[in-house]
């Protein structure tokens, strides 16, 4: 690694933002951002470090009841003529900094700022860490664990949060895990699930100038069509967050030729369904909804429930001040919530300017969230004096 690429987390929340976006790092290529978190966090003394490839986990051992663990992605979509970064009337733009760089440069920050003030338990915590740097007065309520990981943007397979889930269950511990996606500060809880179905309404072919001799399959997908477009989603309250659901056709395909009658149609239908629904459940009410037809699952991703009753759930959602709402779109909360760890959405970014050439984020927003996250560690009795 070249010394131009180290993060220095002394910086400011808005220079090491800055740091952090400047070192590209789109699906598949975090390694250069990866080893940089990695020296970093290691220069910090305290914590303990693992690293799975591109994935880097920190944690502390104080022998606290109660462990929070915040997660974000290293990885961002491609670059579009977007970096190095550019500050403009208080707003950081580039590629990654609402999603969600952002959010791993508040990461940073606490790790340094925890690492430099917490007093350790005893001379080898629970997570085996060594004591040596740690001095001063903020002493944190809570273990906690920081995960960065690798290929977010990318195909479930390749999701490096997947991959720790599997190689290393235990790096994951903890009684509640805060994704520092972005929200524009707003706690997003739970989220729903999805899953597609391919419904394929067959023909007869024939020659189109005696179309009487066949069966068109796309008109006969017509009263498909029809039961979608008719169709009421249900909307869901679930601990006072509101879940509103769809059931949509969203790819046609059929035909052969400009002179075919077509033998088949191809209609592939997505469900977004509330958490309160598990995948076997959300196909019966497709398959029920869509009754005549034959419905084929081609893929599904399990919801999260918002899980706001768990008391470190509980604790966060009073020390941000703000009622949490649903989360619509599909995320990482959904593999904590099946480790059985409740998970939400917190961050500084905005999801709205997500994946957009003109990407970016509110600097007094990265600040905010800074604050919020250092008060909630620090507990009820802690978290005032600083700065
Ligand atoms: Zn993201």
Redesign the pocket.
């Known amino acids: 690694m070249s010394p131009g690429m180290r993060l220095d987390l002394s910086l400011s929340a808005t220079e090491l933002t800055r740091a952090v976006v400047d070192i590209p790092s789109p699906s598949g290529a975090e390694s250069t951002l990866a080893d940089a978190v990695e020296e970093a966090l290691t220069g910090l003394g305290g914590l303990r470090v693992d690293r799975d490839g591109d994935a880097v986990v920190a944690r502390t051992g104080l022998g606290r009841q109660t462990r929070v663990l915040l997660a974000?992605?290293l990885d961002t979509v491609p670059v579009a003529d977007n970096l190095p970064s550019r500050l403009v009337d208080g707003h950081l733009y580039g590629c990654g900094t609402s999603?969600?760089k952002a959010g791993v440069a508040v990461m940073l920050r606490l790790a340094a700022a925890l690492a430099g003030s917490a007093a350790p338990a005893g001379p080898a915590g629970s997570a085996g860490v060594a004591s040596s740097a740690w001095s001063g007065g903020f002493v944190p309520a809570h273990d906690v664990t920081w995960v960065f990981y690798d290929n977010?943007?990318v195909d479930a397979v390749r999701n490096g949060l997947r991959r720790l889930a599997a190689n290393h269950r235990d790096w994951l511990d903890a009684d509640l895990a805060l994704l520092l996606?972005?929200t524009s500060g707003e706690i997003e809880a739970g989220c729903q699930g999805t899953l597609r179905v391919a419904v394929t309404v067959p023909g007869r072919r024939a020659h189109s100038a005696r179309s009487w001799l066949g069966e068109n399959a796309i008109h006969r997908a017509a009263p498909l069509l029809e039961r979608l477009a008719s169709y009421q989603p249900r909307t869901v309250t679930i601990d006072g967050c509101v879940y509103r659901e769809g059931l949509n056709a969203v790819r046609i395909t059929g035909g052969v030729a400009g002179n075919i009658i077509p033998d088949a149609c191809e209609v592939l239908v997505n469900y977004r369904f509330a958490p309160d629904r598990d995948v076997t459940q959300a196909l019966g009410h497709v398959r029920e909804a869509l009754d005549g037809f034959p419905v084929e699952l081609t893929d599904s991703a399990a919801g999260a429930l918002p899980g706001l009753t768990a008391p470190a759930a509980a604790a966060f959602v009073q020390a941000v001040g703000r009622t949490p709402v649903a989360k619509y779109g599909w995320?990482d909360v959904a593999r904590f919530a099946a480790l059985g760890i409740p998970a939400l959405n917190y961050g500084p970014?905005d999801p709205n300017l997500?994946h957009t050439r003109d990407e970016h984020v509110a600097l007094g927003l990265i600040d905010a969230a800074e604050d919020v996250l250092h008060r909630y560690l620090a507990g009820p009795a802690a978290g005032r004096g600083r700065r």
């Open positions: 974000g992605h999603d969600m977010e943007e996606e972005p995320t970014g997500a």
